[in-house]
Each structure stands twice: as structure tokens, then as C-alpha cells.
């Protein structure tokens, strides 16, 4: 019996896959660029997060709006989940957000036809 196995990054120490991070890290400067632009920044950032997606907080630090956010959910680009985690005694509630395949196409156009 044969076993296959996925090439996915490995995260490091932190959890980040390098390329996810590479990816956050050329895009600091989301919040003046334009809409289209910054809409294909955050699928790009979801797509390298990859099987694991990412958090809202994520995405909001990286200056992406949360009715921008919303928007990639309402047109079916990415999905959002709420989760809660338990903090000591705490329970703390997060978004988790993770890209589509509609989502995955359209960054793949938008990498290819910037100007569309």
C-alpha cells in the first residue's frame, strides 16, 4: 500500500509557514493601496496560510478592513468561522478565515491580469 502525502510548508516554531509570512511581510503597506489591489494582498495572504487559514486578527493587522473582509466572505472568496479557545480561565473567541477555491481562482487571475 502506497501512502501520498501533501507538499505543504512546514510552520515554524511560531506556527507561520515561511511563505505566509514572506507573503505578509512584502504586503505591510496594504492600506494605501487600492481596493482591487488590496483584495488580492488578502487572498494572497490566505492562500499561503494555506490548510491552516488564519485569523482575523491576522488580517486586521495587516490595516485590511473588517467590512472589506466580510466582503471576501459575502462573494463566496473565503470563509470565516467563529471558534472559541480557552485561555486559563478564560474563554476568548476568535475568526478563523480561510480561502476557497473560488477564492484561490481569483487571486491566480489577479496574480496573472493585475490590471483586470
Not at 483584495?39 to 488580517?59: H, M, S, V, W
Not at 471576501?72 to 480557552?86: E, F, I, N, Y
Amino acid at each position: 500500500m502506497t501512502s501520498t502525502s501533501l507538499d505543504l510548508p512546514r510552520p515554524d516554531r511560531r506556527g507561520f509557514s515561511h511563505d505566509s509570512y514572506d507573503v505578509a511581510r512584502n504586503h505591510r503597506d496594504a492600506a494605501r493601496t487600492s481596493p482591487q489591489r488590496r483584495t488580492a494582498l488578502a487572498l494572497e495572504i490566505l492562500a499561503a496560510a494555506g490548510l491552516r487559514g488564519c485569523t482575523g486578527a491576522t488580517l486586521l493587522a495587516h490595516a485590511f478592513s473588517v467590512d472589506m473582509l466580510a466582503g471576501l466572505v459575502h462573494d463566496g472568496l473565503a470563509t470565516a468561522h467563529r471558534q472559541t479557545m480557552k485561555v486559563g480561565r478564560r474563554k476568548v473567541q476568535f475568526a478563523h478565515m480561510m480561502i476557497t477555491d473560488a477564492g484561490r481562482s481569483k487571486a491566480d487571475r489577479l496574480r496573472a491580469c493585475p490590471a483586470e
